[in-house]
Structures are given as structure tokens and as C-alpha cells.
């Protein structure tokens, strides 16, 4: 394996494949393959062998011809590639029922990831733990918790109209990146990396492409 210093931009597309083939790394790690080539990668979990092999050559030279990747040894690197081979906190602001959730699920709890806190603006549930232990903390004190305990990254389960003013509290507080479940589009702001998610849109998306099959098979003139 020849590494090489990453490329100073890596695109969207090609960081949702690598996470991609990472999450099917860990897959053949959790059963003990030890080396598998691109095209058996590509077939297992339909991938495309071509573009894992140009993807991958942005970071360095990996696998053997004739033998394929070394598993253990490309997930390490992949997982460093990614900044994933170091814990990083994150905050959850928000302690509602998409807050909570989040702040006690595996998926925000696993290798990469630890949720520290929950930050909330209403007093009754500041003091709490959620489900899984998570402190529920008074929003208004989180530039002070800042200084006790680093957190790189900042999830928004508020309403709508809070986000831009928590985002900046987030920000004034040394948070890096934000990613935000409220249906409103956050602007990235200086310094801070932004990701919005909205799942509503793949429902629309959904309700779009079944509008389509439902006007395809309706008789016309109906
Ligand atoms: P919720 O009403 O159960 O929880 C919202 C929480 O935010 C409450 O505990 C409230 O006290 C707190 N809050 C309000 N203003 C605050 C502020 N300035 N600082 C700190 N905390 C504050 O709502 P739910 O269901 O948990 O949803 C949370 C957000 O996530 C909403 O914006 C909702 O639309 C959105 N959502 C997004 C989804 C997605 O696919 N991206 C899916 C589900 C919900």
C-alpha cells in the first residue's frame, strides 16, 4: 500500500462512496475476510469496481494486483482518510423527540462518534438524562461548557425559527461543523461546516415517483 497526500478537494460524490465502502469494509472485517478484490466488492454490495478503483487511487496506491485489498488494512486507512480513526464529541441542541433520539442511537454513537450532551431552552427537562444517560443541559450555559469539554460537532433538532441564533451559539462555542435536521436551510457560516438533512424531501421524492406510475397506468381522459 503506497499512500499519498489527499487531494486538497474531494467531492461530495466521492466522500458518500468512500463512507460507502467503508460501511462494507466493516461488513467483511465483521466476518473475517482478509482480502477480497474490487470486483468482488463491487458485486457484494453493488458497487461499481471501476470507481471504487479511481477513488481510491486519489489517496494512494492500495490492493495487490492479482490478490485485491487487504481489508483490515484499507478500512484503517480508509477510516483515517475520513477522519474516523479518532473520537469526536458531539452536542445535540434540541432534547425533543428527534434530539433524544438521535442523541441515544447507535448510528450517533458509533466508531468516529460519542454524543455528550443533549442542550435544551426549556428549564423543565434541563437537569435530566435521556434514555441512554445523555445529560440534558440549560442551552443558555453552552459557551461555558465549551471550555470544560471540546465538541467539533453541533446536530440541530430545534423548531425552524431557533436555528440561525443556535447555530451561532454552536459557532461561538468552537463547533466546526453543524448538521441540521430543521426544516429550514442553514447557510454555512464562517468556519463552520454545514450539512442540512431533510427526510421530507425523499418522502416528496417518493410521493413524486408514485404520482408518475400512478399517471401511467390511470386510463386517459379519466
Ligand atoms: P420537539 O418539539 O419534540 O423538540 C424540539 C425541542 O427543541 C424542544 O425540546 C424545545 O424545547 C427545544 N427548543 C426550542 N427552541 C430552542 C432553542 N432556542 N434552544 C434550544 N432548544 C430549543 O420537536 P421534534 O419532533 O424533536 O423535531 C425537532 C426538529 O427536527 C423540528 O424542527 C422538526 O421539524 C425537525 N425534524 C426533522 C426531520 C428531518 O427529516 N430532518 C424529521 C423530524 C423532525
Given at each position: 500500500m503506497i499512500e499519498k497526500d489527499p487531494p486538497e478537494s474531494v467531492s461530495e460524490a466521492t466522500t458518500h462512496r468512500l463512507s460507502l465502502l467503508l460501511r462494507s469494509l466493516r461488513v467483511l472485517d465483521g466476518e473475517k475476510v482478509g482480502t477480497i478484490s474490487s470486483q468482488q466488492l463491487a458485486e457484494r454490495f453493488g458497487l461499481n469496481s471501476a470507481q471504487i478503483r479511481k477513488d481510491l487511487a486519489q489517496f494512494g496506491e492500495f490492493g495487490v494486483r492479482?490478490?485485491?485489498?487487504?481489508v483490515p488494512e484499507l478500512k484503517a486507512r480508509l477510516k483515517s482518510v475520513m477522519g474516523l480513526d479518532r473520537v469526536r464529541n458531539v452536542w445535540v441542541v434540541g432534547a425533543g423527540n428527534l434530539g433524544q433520539a438521535l442523541a441515544d442511537s447507535k448510528n450517533f454513537n458509533s466508531e468516529g462518534f460519542r454524543v455528550v450532551a443533549l442542550f435544551d431552552s426549556d428549564r423543565r427537562k434541563v437537569g435530566a438524562r435521556s434514555r441512554t444517560g445523555v445529560p440534558l443541559r440549560d442551552v443558555a450555559t453552552l459557551k461555558e461548557w465549551a471550555a470544560k469539554e471540546k465538541a467539533e460537532i453541533g446536530v440541530l433538532a430545534v423548531p425552524a425559527d431557533a436555528v440561525a441564533s443556535v447555530a451561532l451559539l454552536l459557532r461561538d462555542a468552537g463547533v466546526r461543523a453543524i448538521l441540521n435536521f430543521a426544516p429550514i436551510t442553514l447557510a454555512p457560516l464562517p468556519d463552520v461546516v454545514v450539512k442540512n438533512v431533510d427526510l421530507t424531501l425523499f418522502l416528496e421524492n417518493l410521493s413524486f415517483q408514485l404520482a408518475k406510475s400512478d399517471a401511467g397506468t390511470r386510463p386517459k381522459g379519466g
Open positions: 492479482g490478490v485485491g485489498y487487504h
